[in-house]
């Protein structure tokens, strides 16, 4: 079901991992003064809460009961989406995993919904990032667009991204684990990854985030004004 939402700027960006639409979102969020949310955020928070409580992020049961502590913590502090580890391989395999169960996506939808009908507090928007946000959460969007990149590429920016932050990581390793990532994704029967048919897509390979930013704003001139 479509949402019907009072806040009509919405922008929604998906994209596979390490394209850089993360980087784009707080851009845009900052430049535009627009609400964000790192909606992959949400899933490795669910993740983590599996892989804490020793579960199995495929369990249905194990998942469900990430979501629920993930909700609890939520009600009181959001801050928990900022947890580092959060970012780590492992908890982002988790993640992937726990996004293939549809009972999540639809505890985890609402969520979401919800955001993107309230922009924060003097905020006139707001941007929505993940791998669903056009097709499934935001249809209505009338900004969407899909960050893209070549695979090695996006490879060499996770690896380096790892490293800076102290994890002992090899491109060998990084480039395996995002290609059974794209392949999850992808493949899933809920909401797998896509670009929606309305959708601008943007191929960030030989971008700087500075043309990113620039195309972006670009496009989100053209839909708001």
């Known amino acids: 079901m479509i949402m019907s939402s009072s806040n009509s700027k919405i922008i929604a960006i998906d994209g596979p991992a390490a394209s850089g639409k993360g980087t784009l979102a707080r851009a845009l969020s900052e430049a535009l003064n627009f609400s964000y949310m790192d909606t992959g955020a949400l899933y490795r928070a669910v993740g983590f809460e599996v892989m804490q409580a020793g579960d199995n992020p495929e369990n249905e049961d194990d998942a469900l009961n990430g979501c629920a502590v993930l909700s609890k913590k939520l009600i009181n502090d959001d801050a928990v989406l900022a947890n580092p580890d959060l970012r780590t391989d492992?908890?982002?395999?988790?993640?992937?995993?726990?996004?293939?169960?549809?009972?999540?996506?639809?505890?985890?939808?609402?969520?979401?919904?919800?955001?993107?009908?309230?922009?924060?507090?003097?905020?006139?928007?707001?941007?929505?990032?993940?791998?669903?946000?056009?097709?499934?959460?935001?249809?209505?969007?009338?900004?969407?667009?899909?960050?893209?990149?070549?695979?090695?590429?996006?490879?060499?920016?996770?690896?380096?991204?790892?490293?800076?932050?102290?994890?002992?990581?090899?491109?060998?390793?990084?480039?395996?684990?995002?290609?059974?990532?794209?392949?999850?994704?992808?493949?899933?029967?809920?909401?797998?990854?896509?670009?929606?048919?309305?959708?601008?897509?943007?191929?960030?390979?030989?971008?700087?985030?500075?043309?990113?930013?620039?195309?972006?704003?670009?496009?989100?001139?053209?839909?708001f004004t």
């Open 90 to 223: 492992r908890i982002g395999n988790a993640a992937s995993k726990v996004a293939v169960i549809q009972s999540v996506r639809d505890a985890l939808l609402d969520i979401q919904r919800n955001f993107a009908k309230n922009p924060a507090k003097g905020k006139v928007g707001v941007i929505l990032d993940g791998r669903d946000i056009g097709t499934v959460v935001c249809p209505e969007a009338p900004l969407k667009l899909y960050i893209t990149a070549n695979m090695e590429i996006r490879a060499k920016r996770r690896m380096k991204e790892l490293q800076s932050k102290g994890f002992d990581v090899t491109y060998k390793a990084v480039l395996e684990d995002m290609r059974a990532r794209d392949a999850r994704d992808q493949g899933r029967k809920a909401a797998p990854l896509r670009s929606s048919d309305d959708a601008v897509v943007i191929d960030t390979s030989d971008l700087t985030q500075g043309q990113m930013l620039e195309k972006a704003l670009e496009y989100a001139k053209k839909a």
